[in-house]
């Protein structure tokens, strides 16, 4: 089964990063870089929202209203990303520390703090919509999780985002090192210890 980073770089392929491209307002080569570091911030962000039984739960209902045709008509996502439930996906994983994320990707790929913002708000939606398809594709009770818990929880959901994370995070450009210092406010080499700080959980 392809990773979330595979999926997600898939979806963002051929004409639609074109359009990602011109959305934000730079070349095909940079917007891809800028996908390629952000994915492992919000996969981060979404490992520590769903560390605790609560926000699995959480993380759950929001998957569920993440099933639908998205991935099949990104034109409309792409094409007016303000529309989109992006920045509302976006406020439950970063919190007030938005800002700080827009700014340490655009460091990392020389875009500005704007040019982050629309792309993190076409981008949050695609993750959410692979990983409720991720989610659908993993037999209940299987070895690789995705086991129902309470109020729609994934027992096995924030193990699984870890991996995605370090996947992600292993296949993007070098210039994130940057940004995962930035995030890493401890210092203790690890961004989701910090990133678990950012926000609330996600929820409806």
Not at 5 to 33: C, F, K, P, R
Not at 34 to 54: D, F, I, M
């Amino acid at each position: 089964m392809a990773t979330v980073y595979e999926s997600v770089m898939q979806q963002l392929s051929g004409q639609n990063m074109t359009q990602l491209s011109q959305q934000i307002g730079a070349d095909e080569a940079t917007t891809q870089t800028a996908v390629q570091a952000a994915l492992p911030t919000l996969l981060g962000g979404l490992a520590r929202n769903s560390a605790q039984p609560e926000g699995a739960a959480a993380l759950g209902d929001a998957l569920n209203d993440h099933r639908g045709g998205l991935l099949d008509n990104l034109g409309g996502l792409l094409g007016n990303a303000q529309s989109g439930p992006g920045a509302a996906i976006l406020g439950h994983i970063f919190g007030s520390k938005r800002s700080t994320v827009e700014q340490g990707v655009g460091q990392a790929t020389g875009l500005d703090a704007q040019q982050i913002g629309k792309l993190l708000m076409v981008l949050a939606p695609i993750v959410m919509s692979v990983l409720a398809q991720k989610r659908a594709q993993v037999p209940q009770g299987s070895s690789a999780g995705h086991v129902p818990g309470p109020a729609g929880g994934i027992g096995d959901l924030g193990p699984m985002l870890e991996n995605e994370t370090r996947e992600a995070s292993r296949r993007a450009p070098s210039g994130l090192g940057g940004l995962i210092g930035i995030l890493d406010q401890d210092g203790d080499g690890n961004p989701l210890n910090d990133l678990g700080k950012l926000g609330g959980m996600l929820g409806r």
